[in-house]
């Protein structure tokens, strides 16, 4: 399988799992194999490096707006320009951390 498939698009506006279980991420990350969001490491359930290990899809690309910076889970270094399907990020209303409504209150009062 290839690390890299730029044509399929991204998994949802957020990490897959939190959604599904109500947690919330500080920053997400799109598989570039399929599309998974996950969120990051410094995110309480670092699904995304969580799916990089259990799948062997090595290649994530940031899901923030404006960054267009990749890693590479196996060779933990950084690349940019992957060119994926849109949309690129989350959408720009989306705060980080988020989702809105979801971030403990006294996360909110360390970020502030």
Known sequence: MSQV???VPPS????????ATGGWWFHLRRCAACGHVGCCD???SQHAS??????GHRIAQSYEPGEDWSWDYAAEQFGEGLQLAP???HPIAQPAPGPAGRVPAD???HLH
Not at 50 to 55: L, M, Y
């Open 5 to 7: 498939d730029p044509n």
């Open 50 to 55: 969580a799916h990089a290990a259990d799948t």
């Open 87 to 89: 949309p690129t990020s």
């Open 12 to 19: 949802g506006t957020g990490c897959v799992e939190c959604d």
């Open 107 to 109: 996360w909110q009062r």
């Open 42 to 44: 410094s995110s309480p």
